[in-house]
């Protein structure tokens, strides 16, 4: 080699490593915004609170604010659709409470839950039907343990070990309040399946004629390895459970998803899934089998053989054939019902029965009894009793909503039909029956006058706002007597009746700055007794401005939005502020429904992670959820055969609206979104120039990525290529002239959202020079949890509105 040879590469390899230093001097880290926004964001969770059966009282639960970034980086195993923790076999993500406190309703008196293990992680709390227990999961780092706590002592126990989640809630209880059953790790089942250094073959799929569409689903199997680490995770051991602590084995171990107790205790119903499975779909459509066994594991009846499901049509109503919605009565001591599609599942086929209810009682030995024929898609039942049960049904295409009564007891009894309306319509929508506790533990339809009349609890949308209400609904006549309903200035909605004979309820209560509480209500205008005082989370937002404003669209189509102004700003003094408009467009086949109110002006203004309303207290003006409808004008025609010019329209009536109040600057508005908001973004910067920037979080840009459907689309992309190609941004890359700021997590397992499309569009953007940023959020899905990705999302998005919106020429 010559000497300069040897300089030459001496040279490269100095500039190289410079490089490198000069990169990793410059590499990112997780920053944070200003310390107000900080302030709010860490300020502690409101308690939950979970009513007993007998309504003596109220648990209540803390919880933790956002996790570290550590959790999310934890090894995490992802097959067939579910992420799983494969130190403890649970979920890898999911939330979780940190304390226990009873509450006696009566006498407010609390007590907290003694004898759990430090800083426990808790889940997954079921009362007992007696009342006198809470069952719950306690997670450690490596392995999840059953628990319980007794009501009279206040003191808490661990059960049982070793809680196989891996799909979910594991365990039940019995209607002895004495017993539960649970999914288990099998014994001894040794280290997971290693992953093979070299391959034994191809990945080979192939598919013989069958039409099999799918949506764009994540985390799938992929390889013979994956297969055998969902059979390693999600293989269960069914347990019956003592409160002494004594257990009973019962079947064998398979991928038992659930085991449901009957509601006299008798039996169980168990869904196992199991080979072939599927590369195309999750594990909820791979075949499984349903059986009935008794408390000893021992099989009484095989109900029902599913096969695997890939070529369920990508239509809305589209459902597998055979049975489906397998669930035991609430109302009978051993009765199983489900549903069976009459038209193979595929709603494009016409037929005069859609869906047929079956029934079968113990000893199951009959013939399933039908207890209903629907013209429409199977809704689900809510059972009451042999004299009465609510079925409902659905239809996408039209909007339909029906429900029938109907006789258990008698299935020969013509069905009475009870509600029929379009499911759009918020302002007629009658609400939804209150259920009471059974001896057993399940819930059934709570009926007066001898079954004569139901009460019902709704939402109360009205243009005025939501005021939520409780209703005695006449099951002859149809006619309702208004008991009770929320009024100005509070938001406040039914939870359960307290005693019926002295007309007493208990309501969960909140008003603009008075954060939600539950209160003992006297239906005929008595005191009003509070029993939970949960503070003000952020008292610093006391005095922000809130209201419920109304405007009109070009076409005349109402639309609505929620206003929200920094404490003690004045338009007429301060002038016009800096604006971030936060929105997600919704389809609709009507007008007037896409014209209704969806909020009330009285709700508590409680400001998470993910609102907008963060940055009041940074000078901003925040226009909320502004309606973004997509009318389809004809019965025949879809909702986006007109997207983009509604969409053109809706957003030019939000910003007309609030640059006539004075209240925003219409050179400084922002425009952001989440998921389908960032869409909506991306497409707004693409074909109006109404908007300083935009910030789009975890969106999907490209719907040629998702050929077989998106969102409320039903048509496929050989069905409506123009809507597809339309509809895209990615298509539209070079019409955007206004910065955009692209947020994704690393890994999003939404359906259709994956970080692709934040990738590919900002490579489009980039290259037709756009000013564009990209912020990959390591470890985070969807939704972001880890308190640094939350931080450094907040302040990316601060500094990007304060730079080209708030200080912008």
């Given amino acids: 080699m010559t000497t300069a040879m040897q300089r030459t590469l001496t040279l490269v390899a100095f500039c190289a490593a410079f490089t490198a230093a000069a990169f990793a001097a410059d590499a990112p880290t997780y920053q944070a915004p200003p310390d107000k926004i900080a302030a709010i964001v860490d300020a502690p969770p409101t308690p939950a609170a979970f009513l007993s059966p007998d309504n003596k009282w109220f648990l209540i639960l803390g919880q933790p604010n956002l996790p570290p970034i550590e959790e999310l980086a934890a090894p995490e195993v992802k097959v067939a659709g579910v992420r799983i923790n494969p130190r403890n076999n649970g979920p890898s993500r999911g939330g979780f409470f940190n304390s226990l406190t009873l509450k006696n309703v009566a006498t407010g008196a609390e007590r907290e839950i003694t004898g759990l293990p430090a800083d426990p992680r808790m889940g997954s709390l079921s009362w007992s039907p007696d009342s006198q227990r809470i069952a719950f999961r306690v997670s450690f780092d490596d392995h999840i343990e059953l628990w319980t706590a007794d009501v009279e002592s206040a003191r ?42 070299v391959p034994a073959g191809p990945v080979i799929e192939e598919n013989l004629g069958r039409v099999a569409p799918a949506r764009t689903y994540q985390d799938l199997l992929e390889n013979p390895h994956d297969e055998a680490l969902f059979d390693y995770y999600l293989t269960a051991q069914v347990q019956r459970i003592s409160l002494d602590g004594s257990t009973m084995k019962l079947g064998e171990p398979g991928i038992i998803v659930r085991a449901d107790p009957s509601p006299d205790g008798r039996y169980l119903l168990v869904e196992r899934i199991h080979r072939p499975y599927s590369y195309l779909v999750p594990m909820g459509r791979f075949p499984r089998d349903f059986e009935i066994w008794d408390l000893n594991g021992k099989l009484v009846k095989q109900l029902a053989q599913i096969p695997l499901a890939e070529e369920i049509p990508i239509a809305f109503a589209a459902v597998r054939t055979g049975p489906r919605s397998i669930n035991w009565r609430s109302d009978a001591p051993a009765t199983v019902y489900w549903v069976e599609a009459q038209d193979k599942g595929d709603p494009r086929n ?189 008292p610093e937002l ?66 998470g992670w993910y609102s907008p309303m963060l940055w009041l207290v940074h000078g901003y003006a925040v226009l909320d959820d502004p309606t973004m409808p997509i009318v389809a004008e004809n019965p025949e025609d879809e909702p986006n055969d007109r997207f983009l010019e509604q969409l053109r329209a809706s957003a030019q009536a939000a910003v007309d609206e609030v640059v006539r109040r004075g209240v925003a600057d219409p050179q400084r508005i922002a425009i952001g979104g989440h998921s389908y908001g960032a869409f909506m973004t991306a497409n707004l910067l693409a074909h109006t120039d109404l908007f300083r920037t935009g910030i789009a979080r975890s969106g999907a840009y490209n719907r040629t990525l998702t050929p077989f459907g998106f969102q409320s689309e039903e048509r496929s992309l050989w069905e409506a290529p123009d809507v597809y190609f339309t509809m895209s941004p990615f298509m539209h890359a070079d019409k955007v002239n206004e910065p955009i700021l692209l947020i994704h997590g690393e890994a999003d397992n939404n359906t259709g959202t994956y970080p692709m499309q934040s990738e590919r569009y900002y490579n489009a953007l980039k290259g037709h020079g756009a000013v564009a940023r990209l912020v990959m959020l390591p470890h985070e899905s969807h939704g972001y949890r880890a308190r640094e990705s939350v931080m450094h999302m907040l302040w990316e998005m601060t500094t990007w509105m304060d730079e080209y919106v708030k200080n912008a020429e």
């Fill in 542 to 607: 006391k005095g922000v401005q809130k209201e419920l404003i109304r405007y009109e669209r070009s076409d005349g189509v109402t639309m609505t939005a929620t206003l929200y102004l920094p404490p003690g700003y004045d338009a007429e003094r301060d002038g016009p502020l800096p604006m971030l408009m936060w929105a997600y467009p919704q389809e609709f086949k009507s007008a007037d429904a896409a014209g209704q109110v969806t909020d009330s002006p009285y709700r508590f203004v409680r400001i």
């Fill in 156 to 197: 808490a126990k661990k059960l049982a070990g070793n809680l196989n989640m891996a799909s979910g809630r594991a365990f039940e209880w019995l209607s002895d309040s004495e017993t539960l059953v649970g999914r288990f790790i099998v014994d001894g089942r040794g280290d997971a399946p290693a992953e093979p250094t």
């Fill in 350 to 538: 016409e037929v005069d029965v859609r869906d047929t209810v079956f029934t079968l009682a113990a000893p199951f030995d009959e013939q399933p009894a039908e207890l209903a024929d629907l013209a429409l898609r199977y809704g689900g039942v809510t059972w009451g009793s042999d004299d009465l049960a609510l079925v409902s049904e659905w239809w996408w295409q039209t909007r339909k909503a029906r429900q029938w009564m109907v006789k258990p007891g008698d299935p020969a009894a013509e069905p009475q039909i009870l509600i029929d309306r379009s499911f759009e319509d918020r302002y007629n929508d009658p609400g939804s029956p209150v259920m009471t506790d059974t001896e057993w533990g399940t819930y059934v339809l709570l009926t007066d006058d001898g079954g004569k009349s139901l009460y019902m609890s709704g939402s109360g949308a009205s243009p005025e706002g939501d005021r939520p209400f409780l209703d005695k609904l006449d099951l002859a006549t149809k006619e309702t007597e208004r008991l009770w309903q929320s009024e100005a200035p509070h938001y406040e909605y039914f939870v359960d009746f307290l005693d019926m004979d002295a007309g007493t309820v208990v309501t969960r209560r909140e008003s603009i700055d008075e954060p939600p509480n539950y209160f003992v209500r006297h239906l005929d205008g008595g005191e009003l007794s509070q029993i939970t005082h949960f503070p003000h989370p952020t």
